[in-house]
């Protein structure tokens, strides 16, 4: 299983960003995408998490309303759009798999079992 994230990079701050988290290894079916950020000096935090086989996608309290998972099961690729950035939102944005199975929390970060990389977003004033 291997995730791999792009769209990272210097954006002003009001614009939008959309990152990519392209899969290989798994059936989507059988995993929960998750996205989460890490800020410098920061825990690292849930945003989203989604299934494909149950068509659900949960949004963490500071992830509502500027944070849009979509898909492309095609491509094997989740997205995570960020609207209107604010300096707050520059960190190391990480997706992570878990079988859909192992827990009976839907967006836990301790249940994800494979990262990617990361891809670090930086906010421009």
């Known amino acids: 299983v291997q995730l791999v994230e792009s769209g990272g990079g210097r954006v002003p701050a009001g614009n939008s960003l959309l990152l990519s988290c392209a899969t290989s290894g798994l059936t989507m079916d059988d995993y929960v995408i998750g996205w989460f950020r890490q800020g410098r000096g920061s825990e690292r935090e849930g945003l989203a998490c989604?299934?494909?086989?149950?068509?659900?996608?949960e949004y963490s309290k500071s992830a509502q309303g500027r944070f849009t998972v979509s898909t492309d099961l095609t491509r094997h690729t989740v997205y995570l759009q960020i609207s209107s950035l604010k300096n707050d939102d520059a960190s190391v944005y990480y997706c992570?798999?878990?079988?859909?199975?192992?827990?009976?929390?839907?967006?836990?970060?301790?249940?994800?079992?494979?990262w990617g990389q990361g891809t670090r977003v930086f906010v421009s004033a």
């Open positions: 992570a798999a878990r079988p859909r199975t192992n827990s009976f929390h839907f967006c836990r970060r301790t249940d994800f079992q494979v």
């Open positions: 989604f299934s494909s086989l149950e068509a659900r996608t």
